[in-house]
């Protein structure tokens, strides 16, 4: 999806500030995955170093915006971590570029990816450069956690807030672009980003791991032991990369989060709409205390997830507790 | 020249200027004025109170030769300069960057040298904490007794990092949290000199987000200037800060004490469609839960705080809280806050923090009356069983074939439908007394001895009123067996009690049994509405005939009754 259409309000925004001349040094872009932060990044950079501008608007297909787009403009520096978090190396690299001019014009533009990544001597590295930066030289962090930053940094940067799509429009997309409805609803829930979405679809993991979850929850809303036996034969075999890991804690949690819904009466924004009998019925059968228990066991198994504790492991504890708490 | 951020343009030149830290500008001035400074000082608070800024006037004040009580002139050549950062005499290092004891061996010798220009060399090293221990350490000599020529003033955010042998060689200034108060007229002055016009509780909204950061808020407000031409307005400060109206705040909290899950629920979905940010809402609900509870007891601290903005909504819910209750509040807010630092999935843990506030607090207020009142009922179920066990002993046992007769002749009544006790519960029944009810409905059956609770599993509730609830059941077996257990009807009362605080009345119905009782009752509700109706077209046409008669005589009027 084009930028244009996916943040109209901050294009236009950030049309009218580069117009009046008053585009800061720094910028935090935070929001959630798939929000065009990064996209919104580069067309600023666009923006800036285009020669055709029309309207405020960069074209797009003159030299400097195809190197900017390849990634070869020398003056357009993007840091990206690699890996867990931004190596030393990369911020080392970033610092020394930092204190030069620019190669062709006097502007240059950095754009680091994850800035949450950035370990805390890297961070406090960057301050003294946030603070006050060479002229015409133009900082754009973006992130998805923007809690794991430091204050410090926060307060020298303005921060954009990057709004997700309003769901029913998304679902809407998603459909557009040729995905059942029911998928389309979980896919938006999972996912603000189209091309994600097409992706998980069309992959090998997305549709069986939606059955063997679904078997899975199943098993443990009736208190059935099977669950367990679940986690190694049906899950782990499934789930053997990160990622698909954490979607199937994710999965987990949005048939909390439904189950959660339908027990208060609130049907309109399921991620499992056609299932919504099966949700009823369990709804029906927990209270709502042990419903909470329940998602805290979940919320505290991805926690584990995060530190690397096995995936086995964190399911299996998971699916002991949430069958212990039924029982109790 | 490229747009320079506010903070920057607006950087205090002098003492007077740093806003909020009297005490530490107004001891650095008599200093001055005493030729009293020394050789080294350590600038430490939060972000964005001035510490920088502190540094690099001293730094122009300790150089300036046309001092003036303690400011300095900020025209001579030494002040521009080192308003320019030119000098060749202020040294100022990031620590960050340069953070190994190679970079403070470089300082070490080259501190030596007296200066070029202005009278002291004056090395202002930021972000201190950063250096490493090597290097703190390799400090420390020159620290303690630097040529006379030499002043350190060193920066931090973090002194619990600085080590204590470097702490003890230097000054210390501890620079405090902005007040929103004093935030608030420092952009107002800003803006008059720009001549730009403001809506006033969007500069409130601005210094309550910026959390006593001077700088967090002129970054804000550069924001809200870049949004708008010239006019800073409520909407646009709200949108920058993410935070959320004081309005649906207020909202969310008489949800949350009316306990209507549903509709805080439903508020939240709100502010999360309107891409909020998480971390905010919650913030600003512990922010308002706060002052609840510091408005019971100091009504003016509030309104300082708040800068004035009280309405009737936070007043009423002053009111409406208890101060058990808002501490219980805040330590789940909290609670969750904490989580949510470290989560993909921060609506999740708001949901759960909303069901959790809107569950009424067993733990708390319920706890102690509760107590109370089980060790009466037990204290008078011993003095009974005492007199039957007297009453046994005299007597001998004749009562239990008594017993086994009674049951069978109460079956028998109450397999119908006890309608006159049904029908009052009907007249008062609501939709939102039943959902109360249900959503209870599985927790209270798992309060319930095992035996009780496989008895009462083959039932539902069906209609309910704050009085009385209408349950039905599957067999008319069990429905018997339920209704003449006395004891278990009690616990359901008093599990009731617990859970939503009134103890209503249980009428047990059969269910084939429901739908015709129902049917009967909506009949009768019927013909009652009409026959009041009808009541009612004749006594209003009554005066209408007595005028007819009164005109025409009583004999020429004939009334029909169509």
Known sequence: MKIETLQPKLIKLFQSVIERKQLSQGYLFSGPAGTGKGELATWIALRLFCQHVKNGVPDGTCRECQRILSGNHPDVVKIAPEGNSLKIDQIRYLKQELTKSGMETNQRVFIIQDADKMTVGAANGLLKFLEEPAPQTYLILTTTAKGQLLPTIISRLQIVEFSQLPRPQLIEQLKAAGIKPATAALLAHMTNSLTAAKEWQASNWFVPLQEKVWQWFNHIQNQNALAFIDVQTQLSPLAKERHVQEKVLSLVLLLLQDVLAVQFGQTEDLSFPEARSQLSTWAEQITTPQLMNQLQQALAAQKYLNANVSFQNTLEQLTLHLLAKSND | MAYQALYRVWRPQRFADIVGQETITQTLRNALDAHQTSHAYLFTG????????????????????????????????????????????????????????????????????????????????????????????????????????????????????????????????????????????????????????????????????????????????????????????????????????????????????????????????????????????????????????????????????????????????????????????????SDSQKQLRFTNHPDIYLEVATVKLCQPQKQQSAAVPNVTKQLTQLKEEITQLKQQLSQLQTQGIKQPIKATAKPKTRRKETQHANVAAIFPVLDQATKASLDQLKSVWTELLQQLPPQQRALMHASKPVAASPEGVVVSFDSDFLLGRASSNQAMVDALENGLDRLIGTAPKIIFVPQEEWPQVRQSYIEQHRRGTQKTTEAKTKSKTAPVISQAKSLFGSDYVEVKDD
């Open chain 2, 46 to 333: 939060p972000r964005g109170t001035g510490k920088t800024s502190a540094a690099k006037i001293l730094a122009k004040a300790i150089n300036c030769p046309n001092l003036k009580a303690g400011e300095p002139c900020n025209h001579c050549e030494s002040c521009r300069a080192i308003t320019a950062g030119t000098l060749n005499d202020v040294i100022e290092i990031d620590a960050a960057s340069n953070n190994g004891v190679d970079e403070i061996r470089d300082i070490r010798d080259k501190a030596k040298y007296a200066p070029t220009s202005a009278p002291y060399k004056v090395y202002i090293i930021d972000e201190v904490h950063m250096l490493s221990t090597g290097a703190f350490n390799a400090l420390l000599k020159t620290l303690e007794e630097p040529p006379s020529h030499v002043v350190f003033i060193l920066a931090t955010t973090e002194p619990h990092k600085v080590p204590l042998t470097i702490i003890s060689r230097t000054q210390r200034f501890d620079f405090q949290r902005i007040s929103a108060q004093a935030i608030y007229s420092r952009m107002a002055d800003i803006l008059k000199q720009k001549e730009m016009t403001f809506e006033e509780p969007a500069l409130k909204a601005i210094a309550k987000a910026a959390e006593g950061g001077m700088r967090d808020a002129l970054s804000i407000l550069d924001q809200v200037l870049s949004f708008s031409d010239n006019h800073v307005t409520l909407k646009n400060a709200l949108q920058v800060t993410g935070s959320t109206t004081q309005q649906l705040l207020g909202d969310y909290m008489q949800a949350v004490h009316t306990q209507t899950t549903t509709k805080a629920l439903k508020l939240l979905q709100q502010v999360l469609a309107a891409g909020k940010d998480m971390g905010r809402f919650i913030e600003d609900l512990i922010e308002y839960s706060r002052d609840l509870l510091l408005y019971q007891q100091a009504p003016q601290m509030v309104e300082q705080i708040e800068l004035g903005t009280v309405d009737g909504q936070f007043k009423q819910l002053s009111q409406d809280f208890t101060a058990p209750a808002l501490y219980w509040m805040i330590d789940i807010l």
